[in-house]
């Protein structure tokens, strides 16, 4: 597995699999009218918005085994003045969970973040109802802070809860494990 940035051709590669991945990962969560209906042009839309005009603080690496995208994540370097670097989106294709992909792409953010913005924490926001993914983030040391309810794509209601770490410490500890 090799960890790369994205690059503009990446675009498509990265829709399908951040709407596979909600298809999988929030069955239940979200509206099922909405998961089953246009999520890949959805994603596209973002994604290529991303890609045409990036923020000047974003990072988007990608988990790739020859030309399989195997998982990807975004990051804002210091989005937040109290909560630090954001981690806005980190999918690992559905079959693939538990190969410690998810866990590289992590450290590795963690690791962009401290070079760049040597002093700010990290957090990410996970679904309330995402047990899989809350409990991997409290296994890589990310402390639940507060839960937000917001309305996600395709309406209704869900809760959010925000995961920090105050030091990435714990994070690079587990780059090379």
Known sequence: MEL????????????????????TAYRGIYRDAYLDGDVFEDRMKVWTERFAAPAENQFLLLATEGDDLLGFACSYGAHDERWGTLVDNLHVRPGLHRRGIGRRLLAASAAWSRERYPD????????????????FYERLGGQPHEAVTSEPPGGGSIVGWRYVWPSLDPLLDRTNR
């Open 4 to 23: 790369r940035e994205a690059r503009p051709d990446d675009v498509a590669a990265i829709a399908r699999l951040h709407a596979e991945s909600w298809r």
């Open 120 to 135: 700010a924490p990290l957090h990410l926001w996970v679904l309330e109802k995402n047990t899989n993914a809350r409990a």
